[in-house]
Every structure is written in C-alpha cells, then in structure tokens.
C-alpha cells in the first residue's frame, strides 16, 4: 500500500507544477499593468490622471482592481475582452484617445444587467479612428477564478475562435444536462441512491459552469454572482457520497479509508457557513472542495483496484483523465496558449471528460449486475429443472408421486368450479412379464404404457406414476360422465394394444378406476383415494376394465 501513496503524492505534485509552469511562463504585455485602486473612485473622464502604482495581478478573493492597456487601432476592426477568466462581478472600461480624451465606455459583468454585444463573451466592439488608445479598466468583484487580462484583439481572429469555444460550451452544457436528466430519472425509477448522487453532481456542474461561462446571464438574465461557487460546494460533497457507493466504500472494505472520507465529508460540510459568513472565501472553498474530492477519488480508486474491485479500475481511468486538467483550473492563473480561451472552459472540459467517462463506468456497473441477475435467474431456473427432474420417474418421465403430491399440496386440495376426472390406472399383467421375460422387458412396456398415456392426453390434463405398475391421470375439464367412460375406454384400448420388444411380443391388461369432482366428494385428496377404490373394484371385476365410484348409498341400491 505505500506505493499508493507515493504514486497519489508525486502524481499531484507533478500537475501543480505543470499547471504554475502553463500559467506563469508569460510575463504581461508591455503597456498592460494592474494598479492600486485609488481611494475615491472619480469620474471615468479623470480615470487617465490617476495615479498609478503597479500591483500584482489581482488576488483570487477580490476586490476592487485597475488596469491600463495601451493599443493602436489600425484600420482593421477590434474587439476589447478578457483573457483567462470570465468570472467578475462587475467591470467598467474608459477608453481614451493620444490626447486624454474620454472617447468610449463600456459596462458589463455577471452582476450586471447591461446585455453583452457578444454571445457568451463580455467582448465589445471598437469602432475607432486609426490611432493610439489607452483603456482603463475598473473591475469590482468578491472573487475571482483566475486573473481576468484586459485585451485587444483584431475581430477576423476574435470571431471564429469564439465561435468554436462557444459551440463546445454548449455542446457540453448539452451532454451536462442530457446525463444529468437520464441518471435522475434512472435514479428515481430503480430508487438507486448512486444514479441520484451522480445526477446531483452532474447537475451542480451544469448549474456552475452555466453560471461561470456566462450562459445564465445570456440567456435568462440571472445575475446573481454566486451561482459560480454554490454549486460546486454541493457537488462536490455529492461527488464523495458518489464516490461511497460507486466503490463499496464500508467500515469493512477499507476502514481507514472509509473513516478519511468521513472526515472529508465533514470537511466539505463546514465549508458550507464559511462560505455564508465570508462570501469572499466561497470560490476558494469550491476550489479546495474539488482539490479534495479528486484526490480521494484517486486514492479511493487504487484502493480499491488494488483490492479487486473491478468497476475501481475504470473509475480510476475516469478519475485521472479528469485530474490532469482539473488541477490545471484549480492551480493556474492564467492561460497563455490562446486569447479567447478561458480557465473556465479548461475546468468544463475536465468535467465533460470525467461524466463521460464516469457514464461509461455507470454502464460497466449496471452490466455488472445485469450480468449476475442473469446468472442469477440462469442458476435458479437451472435448479428448478433440476428440482423437476428430481421429482421426474426416472424411467418413464412422467412426473412421480412426489411431484403429484407436492401440486396437490399447492392447491391445498381444493378444486375449481370445473367438473373434473380422476383416473387411477393399474397394470394387471406386469409381475408375469417380468416372471417370464425378465425385467428389461417389463420396463420397456412401462415406457411405452406412459408414451400412451401421454399421447392420449390434452395440454389441460395431468399423468404421473405413482410407482410400480400404477399410474394416475387427470381430466381437466370435462362436460360429463359418459365423456369420462369414452376416454377411459380408448385409454384401456390403445394400452392393450401389442408391445413389441425385441424378439418379444408382449401385451397387458389394464385396470381403470375413476371418480369424479363434485360428483363424487369435493376434496381432492379424497378424489384420489375413491379413485383408488374403484380401481379395485375394476380388478376384482375381472380385470382389463373400468369402474365408476360408487356412492355407498348407489352401491347399496
């Protein structure tokens, strides 16, 4: 188990360093510096008289921030945007010209109602002279996910680099909100608390990440702010509860690693009225909050791989695919590979990977146990054939007395409406055939007898053998009694009919009784026993024929 945690140590390390390394590795623009925020803030006209001492780019828990940005618009058209991050609550850009004038301003920011020029950007248009410009920029946030850097940038590459980063945000917040609706459902219909968990965290990521790419703001006019922390802080406390069932976590599985997530549970739950108290503190929180759910999940993941637990592999697949990026949102400040890129949209793409993945785990689960239910019913309708057969004679295949039995015991013994026969069959020549011809024989014509039997029969009546030479039939329904006589009549003729066996041609005769329900009694147990009795009566009759029951008061008469 140490390997495991040296494997989970040096893993994180490397993705922090990789992630300062992509975030750092550009120093700003020259003429693009953040200044101190003056203590008054002036009208927008005296913005370019302030006094300006360079700061650091802004602090992750907000605040009122300045920025100034020199640019020369040529006689192609530009676009003023932010890089890295569109997570700010409020920003104001003053536009001056080479002589200090006021020439434009521009309003926007998640908690602003002003409508965006640019579909899910906070982009506006400059339709300037050829020149030189400078554009101060006021931002007022709590928070922010990654520093967000003013900039120009000409429109003929703004618009289609947009374009894409739009389409794949909606295409994600799609497949966010199709997964998030099938799991529910699934959830709710096989009242699985895994599929409702997994939905929960779904959800919290389409809430957020509509929320931070600006799609609430566009296309509903939400502007509360917080919509870009408070999802996440439930989510990711779903996510570990997701993580629990997902991979059996239980006291007795793996107890030190069901008491750690216990206690990050509780962790993330104390985030929760820190976040109330101190709003400020709320994206940090989230950002700690998926720090941990993803390092649990990976740890929990090798864990259990390691002990054999074969839906851990997958996740853990899931789990890496989706931590690689992940620590590159929660650690980087800025993005310097593309202008029109934000952190935001690194964060939605490691969630996209991972729900995608973690679906295909879902899948795996659920074939897992569809799997073992068909085992399951496989063994089972396995052991009934056998349990049937078990109950079967084994040398004619008819049900035995056993079985007869155990479907009278399961009707309690009492019959329907219908009118029914019972037959009671004794063969009265088969102790000479075996006498005479040996055993073999005698069984051969106890097969063929029960081949009749079955052969005269509908799919409504019922034959076994209750042993040696005796056999008993039901007649399910039938209309009355001479119905009865008939078929017993052709039973008794088709057994009496030749056997040929080998060189023998062997022959018997055949003793029927027969009693009817209700005519007889009302009890299916007593219908068997009256049955039995008539068969005698049919043998010390001569043999080789039927007899009715007979009521006592008939048998006096």
Not at 74 to 101: K, R, W
Not at 296 to 325: E, H, M, S, T
Not at 411 to 429: E, H, Y
């Amino acid at each position: 188990m140490r390997y495991c945690y040296a494997i989970v140590i040096s893993l994180l390390l490397l993705v922090a360093t990789s992630a300062q390394a992509i975030g750092n590795d550009e120093s700003p623009d020259a003429g693009s510096v953040w200044f101190a925020a003056p203590a008054l803030t002036p009208e927008p006209a005296a913005w370019q008289r302030l006094e300006r001492t360079p700061v650091a780019a802004p602090n992750r828990r907000g605040g009122e921030y300045w920025h100034a940005l020199s640019f020369e618009q040529g006689d192609e058209p530009l676009v003023l945007d932010f890089a890295n991050s569109s997570v700010m609550a409020y920003f104001h850009h003053a536009i001056f010209d080479a002589d200090g004038q006021l020439v434009a301003e521009f309003e926007g920011g998640m908690s602003h109602p002003a409508n965006q020029t640019w579909f899910l950007r906070h982009g506006v248009d400059l339709d300037l002279a050829p020149g030189h410009y400078q554009v101060i920029t006021r931002i007022d946030t709590p928070f922010f996910i990654a520093s967000p850097q003013p900039m120009t940038i000409l429109l003929a590459q703004y618009r289609p680099d947009v374009e894409l980063a739009n389409g794949i945000v909606l295409i994600g917040l799609g497949i966010f909100l199709g997964l998030g609706f099938y799991y529910l459902v699934m959830g709710l219909w096989r009242q699985s608390p895994t599929d409702l968990l997994y939905a929960g965290f779904i959800v919290g990521n389409l809430v957020y990440n509509s929320a931070a790419l600006l799609v609430l703001n566009s296309y509903f006019g939400v502007h509360w702010y917080y919509w870009s922390t408070a999802p996440i802080l439930i989510s990711n406390l779903l996510y570990l509860f997701f993580v629990f069932r997902l991979l059996h976590i239980r006291a007795d599985t793996c107890r030190w690693l069901y008491l750690l997530g216990r206690g990050l549970m509780i962790v993330l739950v104390v985030f929760w009225p820190i976040a109330l108290l101190r709003p400020e503190w709320s994206m940090e929180l989230a950002r700690q909050g998926v720090f941990v759910f993803a390092l649990y999940g990976f740890l929990a993941g090798i864990v259990r791989a390691i002990q054999g637990d074969r839906v851990a592999r997958f996740y853990l697949i899931a789990n890496v695919a989706f931590l690689v990026p992940a620590m590159f949102a929660i650690n980087a400040s800025q993005i310097t590979t593309s202008s029109v890129w934000w952190i935001e949209h690194v964060g939605m793409i490691a969630v996209l990977v991972e729900v995608l993945l973690l679906a295909q785990v879902m899948s795996y689960r659920v074939g897992l146990v569809h799997q073992g239910r068909l085992k399951a019913e496989s063994d089972l309708q396995r052991a009934k054939v056998l349990a049937e057969q078990a109950q079967l004679d084994p040398l004619t295949e008819l049900p035995s007395r056993r079985l007869l039995d155990n479907r009278l015991r399961q009707r309690g013994g009492v019959l329907s409406t219908d009118k029914l026969a019972m037959l009671f069959i004794d063969l009265d020549d088969l102790k000479t055939v075996n006498d005479r011809f040996g055993h073999r024989v005698g069984d051969a014509l106890l097969v063929e007898v029960a081949q009749r039997i079955r052969a005269s029969l509908r799919s409504t009546d019922y034959a076994a053998r209750l042993g040696g030479d005796e056999f008993i039939i039901t007649l399910s329904p039938v209309q009355n009694e001479s119905q009865v006589i008939e078929v017993a009549q052709k039973l008794i003729a088709a057994i009496n009919q030749p056997v040929q066996v080998d060189e023998h041609e062997v022959t018997t005769g055949v003793s029927v009784g027969v009693a009817i329900y209700p005519d007889h009694t009302d009890n299916l147990s007593e219908l068997i026993h009256r049955a039995d009795d008539a068969m005698y009566q049919a043998k010390r009759s001569g043999k080789n024929r039927l007899h009715l029951y007979e009521m006592p008061h008939q048998a006096q008469g």
